[in-house]
């Protein structure tokens, strides 16, 4: 069993009745014109590898495919609200991408569409699991820079450095990490606000720990080692309890672009980060 993914690029101008279907699928296709909502939707399919070809499913009908039946979903609901004036909230939005799965469900065989993810801008995301409809899965990234020194006073000097290497810097060495918080929420609303969402984790994340000294200036690391490890355990306690509606699902941190850390508390599972 492998699971397969593959995001799609489209453009959806409202106010016209359709837009040029173009042939650059790696910019946009359908193409857009003129000042238009670009999106992404990645399909995860999951089954077993057929062995006359090495593949799950060819990617490019998985292309074919979701242009033909699903981004008319999103393009024909995008006209609807957008000519009447109507805001999408993310309940909305999830309707479409749950919609939009209906139209997908089938469309494979026996390979299972497992999972859709539709990439709002680089740093959001709202995602499904085909197994919950009742659950969406919103998650944004945020940035913040900070030193830290990997060291424990119980070792040895020589110890340390044996372990931590050059991050045992006495003088400490400094990252721009990247945070990617997840919330799961129900899916039929009530909505989340993504400006509320954003200051819980400003207020309880962010402000302790930007352009600040891990090991010195933040409360919790006096006898916990600033490894990005911890550094996801710590984000996940401040920020556990404190989404309405929703819960905190998952804490990523990444502290470099090639080193990252991913945290799920009690009861949550690594399926949708």
Known sequence: MVRLGRFVRFSINPFLDEDSLGCNSYASKPAGEGLSVYLELAAELIGPV?????????????????R???????ARRIRE????GEHIPLVAASEILWSAYERLADKFDSIQVDRLC???NPFRKLAMDTKDPDTMYFSEKFEFAATHKLWNDAFSPEWNFEVFGKCANPT???????????????????ALKIGQFEQTVDS?????????????????????IATVENLAIFAWERLEGRFDPGRLHCITVWESDRTYCSYYGPGETDRHA
């Open 50 to 66: 057929r062995p006359e070809t090495g593949l799950l499913v060819n990617v490019s009908d998985i292309d074919r495919v979701v």
């Open 68 to 74: 033909q039946v699903a981004v008319p979903v999103f």
């Open 81 to 84: 609200h957008l000519r009447r």
């Open 118 to 120: 539709l990439k709002l």
């Open 172 to 190: 400490g060495h400094g990252h721009n990490y990247i945070v990617e918080v997840t919330v799961a929420t129900p899916a039929g609303g009530p």
């Open 204 to 224: 309880h994340l962010m402000q302790l720990v930007d352009h600040k000294n891990l090991n010195v200036d933040v409360p919790g690391f006096e006898k916990r």
